[in-house]
């Protein structure tokens, strides 16, 4: 060790009981610097621990610091932010804000924050992989570490079914390591909601006109993490959200800076409209629950609005709002409203021509209630379509956000194929063994070939379909990665011909 990196640990040691500004926790610290010590030791001396343990070379980790260092500008001006979702197990008896503070003396305690894609903490193995810096840190700081971190990882597995990370920045920012105080960590402790979603029908209508679910939700609960969409797209959306939701809190004057908390997400079907709407909604709810303790999520069946009975379809539609709108009047409430193949409502009125039809009211009693829900700060409306050359240019107008959903690329169907492999793989009827290797192997590669042009949800199904056309019985055992992965290429050829083949008949 450099002359320099002993003077950085022999300060970390002579500051054991220093009660001026490094890390505090409980009145001990994993990791104590004096502030006349440069950030970077703290950086090397981290570095060199991992080194000795995992036979990284200096080269590898200098690599990490030209990395760190690129991206120094963005780091002087503010902090980068992180969401950490903590999902509290059934029983759990402990207060959130005790368990926000543990949860936050666990990441303050577990070294360098890396900057990776959303990952889920793993607490039943914490000690191995990105977490080795702790029991390094324990083995060579050796007063300084407290000695407890056991009993706060009990205390973690003991109160919460799940701990997610998901870091505001974009893919090249992966892989960079931070300082503890470099992160602007924002813990969101919430329970889950078991409950299924309650209908709402009109007198005499057999189709329910709306569901309500309150939010944070079961059913929605993986929605978000299992869309793989092209760079950038969720976090677009995500950063959308949140300003609209701040413009509301401030009070900004939609008359003078124009905003309507209104969503369009267009593209073909299956490619994940509707579940990025229920996952973003989901998300936002968990992350404002210290605002809104009572998010819903109000999914209107635009097809139910349309009546049996002449000019009563507008009627139903202004009903319809109405109720919403006596959700939005109590403050404790946020409400998502999606309404899901939006140009069933809101048809181009010039393809009805100068006809005084049902569709025309419909239209105008949507338009004139979102005019009247864009009042309401604690309201957002999600509208998907499939079909946009049919819409009103006027709701158009009135969406913030018009995003293309397309097929998934070559990396998301990658991604989607590995995430239904690895479910296989928890049930048994793939091996248990990791796919990592295999994803980089020329036959995983032709595989996402074979699947180019298919939607998410065709991807989705595909290894059922496979495996059905198999001739296998569950109890013949595992099997083989190599056979799965030739017999899922063919299903692939044999899905687009079959889908070719519907598109000639057309």
């Known amino acids: ?118 990952e889920e903490i793993n607490l039943d193995d914490s000690r191995e992989e990105e977490d080795i810096v702790i029991a390094l840190r324990a083995e060579e700081l050796g007063p300084l570490w407290c000695g407890d971190f056991d009993e706060l990882l009990a205390f973690l597995r003991n109160n919460c079914e799940k701990i997610v990370t998901y870091w505001d920045a974009s893919g090249e920012c992966e892989g960079m390591q931070l300082m503890f105080c470099e992160v602007d960590f924002r813990i969101h402790v919430h329970e889950i909601n078991e409950d299924g979603a309650g209908e709402e ?107 049996k009975w002449f000019s009563e379809s507008g009627k139903l539609v202004s009903k319809l709002f109405e109720k919403i709108q006596e959700l939005t009047d109590d403050e404790d409430t946020f409400v998502f409203v999606l309404v899901d193949e939006v140009e069933s409502l809101a048809a181009a009125r010039k393809a009805t021509g100068a006809e005084p039809s049902d569709a025309i009211r419909v239209v105008n009693a949507l338009l004139t209630q979102l005019d009247a829900l ?46 239904s492999i690895n479910e296989l793989k928890r049930v048994g009827i793939l091996p248990p063994t990791k796919l990592e290797m295999a994803k980089d192997s020329n036959l995983f590669k032709d595989v996402v070939i074979a699947t180019e042009g298919m939607s998410g949800r065709a991807l989705r199904k595909l290894p059922f379909l496979t495996i059905a056309g198999m001739n296998r019985s569950m109890c013949d055992g595992p099997i083989n990665d190599e056979e799965f992965l030739r017999a899922v290429r063919e299903q692939a050829i044999n899905e687009k011909r079959e889908r070719e083949r519907l598109g000639a008949n057309n």
């Open 1 to 118: 060790m450099s002359t320099t990196k002993r003077d950085a640990l022999s300060t970390v040691n002579n500051n054991n009981n220093n009660n001026g500004n490094g890390f505090k926790s409980g009145g001990n610290c994993a990791l104590a610097f004096d502030d006349d010590v440069d950030k970077e030791e703290e950086s090397l001396l981290v570095l060199e621990n991992r080194k000795r343990k995992s036979n990284i070379t200096w080269e590898d980790e200098d690599k990490i610091i030209i990395k760190n260092h690129q991206h120094q500008h963005q780091r002087k001006l503010k902090n980068m932010r992180c969401d950490v979702e903590v999902r509290l197990k059934r029983d759990s008896i402990a207060k959130k804000s005790e368990v926000k503070k543990r949860v936050l003396e666990y990441f303050e305690r577990s070294g360098m924050p890396t900057v990776r894609a959303d």
């Open 201 to 307: 029908r009109e007198d005499d209508e057999e189709i329910a006109t709306y569901k309500e679910y309150a939010l944070p939700c079961r059913e929605f609960s993986e929605y978000w993490d299992s869309l793989y969409l092209d760079e950038g797209k969720k976090l677009r959306l995500k950063n959308y959200a949140r300003t609209a939701l701040e413009f509301g809190n401030l009070n900004v004057n939609a008359s003078l800076v124009a905003f309507n908390r209104v969503v369009l997400l267009h593209g073909p079907p299956g490619t994940g409209k509707t579940t990025m709407c229920k996952g973003l909604a989901q998300k936002l709810a968990i992350q404002m629950l210290d605002t809104y303790s009572e998010p819903v999520f109000v999914e209107i069946n635009a097809h139910s609005l349309f009546s």
């Open 374 to 419: 864009k009042e309401k700060k604690n309201a957002m409306v999600l509208t998907t379509s499939n079909v946009t050359d049919a819409i009103d240019v006027a709701f158009i107008d009135r969406a913030d956000v018009k995003m293309y959903v397309g097929n998934p690329a070559d990396a998301a169907r990658g991604h989607i194929l590995l995430s």
